[in-house]
């Protein structure tokens, strides 16, 4: 059973190694054609796996894959005519960096002048033009990933596949590649499916993410709808900051409920898992979202909070404030308010109804 728009199903889908944990469970998956999806999640969590299953380097326990409509659950990587990027770029040292690109179509069995004209196209879709002839140990690392990222494309593939290709890359070059590994894909229109365990660069690139955590998919939505309306506790810790307060429920009343925080602080939120009164919740608001009033203003949804620490960050001043019996507050505060703020100091926050998610 596949989907009419999808390039590749996953139907059912397991895997287990040792027969008895499930490293992902029960994967009901449509990768659309000509999307950049990202599989995000932490260590263990089976996204890796999935690429794997993919990819055709590890078979399903249960379950089919389908692209284009046809199995191809038992189709050896080979023949499944997918680019493959690795975070450690698996080239050949011994070949330059054209034969290196030219590997894939050597063993396609291309004629020569076309071999050619596809290695200069790819070369200069990476931005290498004039550096063919250098050797692997001869590039720095960026370089490299790019190299690797022309072997993938150069064969025309229906799909590419990413396992962390810029996890060893510093953080400005990582950042830099992100922009144009996204550029690249929207001047290909080829499906790329990658795999990370950083979720700022899943939110840079994607246009839709799918969140795992203990072999099942949490989440898969677009970036912004990822971001400001998580479906569970795990997606919104995982995802982004998040301001938690611990709290019970002390009204619901369709998609809000009213929550006690102690102290004699009420407030009121969306019920994202229709949690009933009496439920222990925890409450989680993006930092950005959250904002310093003062005593006079705004009556509903405020908190009394003392500064524990202000930390400048360039663009914008973050509080780290507490009250008592809950964790930690982080506040992103805009810099015109600097001047006013210093540890030690109490400050009420408002924390906005639409923006405060209340998770069972």
């Known amino acids: 059973m596949t989907s ?17 944990v499930l490293v992902v469970r029960d994967l009901n998956l449509d990768i659309q054609r000509g999307e950049f999806l ?20 590890e078979s399903p326990t249960a ?12 189709t050896p990587p080979h023949k499944r005519n997918f680019g493959m990027v690795f975070q450690n770029y698996a080239l050949f040292p011994h070949m330059t960096v054209a034969q290196n690109i030219a590997y894939p179509l050597t063993v396609r069995k291309l004629g020569k002048s076309e071999l050619e004209d596809k290695v200069k196209r790819a070369l200069d879709m990476v931005q290498m033009g004039p550096m063919g002839e250098r050797y692997p140990a001869q590039l720095s ?14 064969f025309d593939p229906q799909l590419v596949l990413m396992d ?14 992100q922009i144009e ?40 939505d677009v970036v912004d709808q990822l971001y400001e ?7 919104a810790s995982f995802v982004g900051d998040n301001s938690v307060l611990d709290a019970t429920v002390v009204s619901a009343n369709g998609e809000h409920c009213t929550v006690d925080a102690g102290n004699g602080v009420a407030l009121t ?21 959250i904002a310093l009033v003062d005593a006079s203003e705004q009556p509903d949804n405020q908190i009394e909070t003392n500064v524990d620490d202000v930390i400048y960050f360039g663009d914008h001043l973050r509080l780290r404030c507490h009250m008592p019996g809950q964790a930690e507050l982080s506040v992103k505060v805009p810099l015109q308010r600097q001047a006013h703020m210093s540890a030690g100091q109490t400050v009420r926050l408002h924390l906005p109804p639409e923006h405060l998610r209340v998770y069972r």
Do not use: W
């Open 4 to 20: 009419d728009s999808a390039l590749v199903t996953f139907n059912g889908v397991q895997k287990t190694y040792d027969g008895h």
């Open 38 to 57: 990202s599989l995000l999640g932490p260590s263990g969590s089976g996204k890796t796996t999935t690429l794997m299953m993919l990819a055709g380097f």
């Open 63 to 74: 379950g089919d894959i389908f692209l284009d409509g046809v199995p191809i659950t038992r």
């Open 141 to 154: 690392g960026g370089q490299q990933q790019r190299v690797a990222l022309a072997r993938a494309l150069v």
């Open 164 to 177: 962390e290709p810029l996890g060893a890359l510093d953080k400005q070059l990582r950042e830099h590649m």
């Open 181 to 220: 590994l996204k550029a690249l894909h929207r001047q290909l229109g080829i499906t790329f499916v990658y795999v990370t365990h950083d979720q700022s660069e899943a939110l840079t690139m994607s246009d839709r993410v799918a969140v795992f955590n203990e072999g099942v998919i949490q989440q898969i």
């Open 229 to 235: 309306a998580p479906v569970n506790r795990f997606v």
């Open 269 to 289: 939120g969306l019920n994202v898992n229709q949690a009933s009164v009496g439920d222990r919740v925890q409450c989680s608001v993006r930092p950005e979202r």
